[in-house]
């Protein structure tokens, strides 16, 4: 039976061909701009996560607190050798791992002054820094040598510098007295969006004697995942292993370090060492609004087009049963029951629906492969909130038949008004029924 | 003696136009015995579909009952009472009313595939034969809209008889025919009813349909004037 109900919707389908079409294109339309906005948002956050856990967190951080009295906080964690050999055997998914030294200073040079958030690096560790850095002048080696900075593009035409020149960072140490620290551009790299507008990195030991720390002491250790999405389940699985190695654990809380550090570390009653477990998505979560906005722009266009495609869906369809009211009324009429018409004309819409999301999403993968090959630049205001210098959308097979699957339901739901109608009939109008 | 194939009793049917209402039937009591070839005249408007849409179970009484192979269509649910018209009555229409998008195979196959209880081997030996009974075994994979009209009814008796129902009703099956195509058909029909005994019930305006009848009701305004056995009707 089921043969036969798909024979008699595909060809119901084929006898008003140009009616048909007109809807499974624009189902197909709409399926093609799923396809493209997911691609973006899903491109997007694709390359925020890369660049973003490349240069400022990692995708699991092992990272805490030290609190000298307990209004006096730093985002440090003292011989991170020994909590990091507590857990390191217990991460599979490892792929690499890097300590970073956190920290914060005013820079001054002859141009002017600006706050930096620094990161302590020790290149050698850190095998993506290189692939995300894009320096326009001087090299990235210089970087290995104590006292040296590397600046963003914005940064070092704020302060006026170049490679070479020498800058002061002033910093407040965990014991409340001021330090400082000349170093020397190393480097000026290429923008990446907002995450350059702070931050800066120098040499980890560098770091350290700014900030008057011991050799063991670092900011984070940053784990990086052969597969971020695994970042949620290594965080937790750390965090009971150091609490069992007798460390004190803070409770996961979706926020970066330093939101904790300003707004919540001081104001509890502790001191000493507290460990921090967090993952990439805590320490962007400042970040994940873009995400949300795009992906909320792209759905509010999306349901809009839906329900004018949805409308269409009904339309059609009802005009197509009612010049079937006499075929219907007489399948009826010889013992079909209402639950098979139903059946029969939500396969219909099925059919109708699922040729033309398929149809859409080749569509919209070609267009969206067109577009990345062509290696559009964005416009500068959206490289900043995008964090990525090309458009490049991220279309993957899985989500694409998401869609289409999502696609090809809607059009079978929008069908069941008019399929409901169709089943009501009564089998009489197969003899009333004239023309 | 086995019970009647069909039985009304004080049959009414009134429908709603607006405020009036049109009284269709009226007092209508009707017994045809099972292997009859009953002929139902009267004028236009007489009310000979309504009451072939009674018997058929496509509609059902205002008041009185209808009895059909035993069951009373007024208190069969509607799931029921369209396994009702599956399995125990075949339709034929006055338009032929095939389904445009199958071929004429597929027509014929539609009501066993509805049933589902044959597999697709005996389907086909049993759709084959009665193509040949009908004289279109050559046109199985026709479509509809490929023969004339007189084929179609062919087609169309062919589905009525497929799935052996014992009662087969036909509202007024040739007057979208020709008088020699049409009585063609009516032959057909009447053989199938000497063979397999089939119960049929058709309607016409034509007295030269209704002379093949075993007996002829006949209906005016709504009601049953008279009732003819063969030799009366033929004697016309
Ligand atoms: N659905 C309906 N709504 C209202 N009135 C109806 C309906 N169906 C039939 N009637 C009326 O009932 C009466 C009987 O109609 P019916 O179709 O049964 O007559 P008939 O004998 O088959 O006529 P014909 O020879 O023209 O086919 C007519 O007056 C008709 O107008
Ligand atoms: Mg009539």
Redesign the pocket.
Known sequence: MIATDLFIAARNLARHTRRNLLLASAIGGVTAMLVLLGGLTTGMREAMLHSATTLMTGHVNLAGFFKITSGTAAPIVAGWEKPWDAVKDRIPELDYMAPRGRGWAKAVADGGSMDLVLAGVELSREPGFHKVIQVVDGSLEELGKPGTILLFQDQAKRLGVKPGDTLTLSAPTTRGASNTADVRVAAVARNIGLLSAFNAFIPADTLRQLYQLKAGTTGAVQIYLKDPADSAKVAARLRAALRDAGWRVMDPDPQPYWQKLMFKVNAEDWTGQKLDVTTWEDEMSFLSWIVTAVTWLGNVLVTVLMVIVAVGIVNTLAIAIRERTREIGTLRAIGMQRTQVLRLTLLEAFLLGLGGAVAGALLGAAVGAGLNGAGIELPETMQYFLLQRNLHLAIHPGQVAVYVAFVTALTTVAASWPSAYAARMRP?TAM?HVG | MPEPIVEAVDVA?V???GKTQ?H??RHVDLVVERGEFLSIA??????????L?LIGGVDVPSSGTVRVDGEDTSKLTERALTRLRLDHIGFIFQTFNLVAVLTVFQNVEFPLLLQGRMSSDDRRRRVNALLEAVGLADHARHRPSELSGGQRQRVAVARALVANPPLVLA??PTANLDSVTGGHIIDLMREMNRRDGTTFIF?T?DPKVMSHASAIVR?ED?RVVGRETAQGAEAR
Do not use: I, R
Not at chain 2, 42 to 51: C, E, I, N, W
């Open positions: 009489v009333h | 049917k429908y709603q136009l049109v269709a039937l009267g004028p236009s408007g007489s009310g000979k579909t309504t009451l849409n509202d007024e309607s305006h209906l709504g």
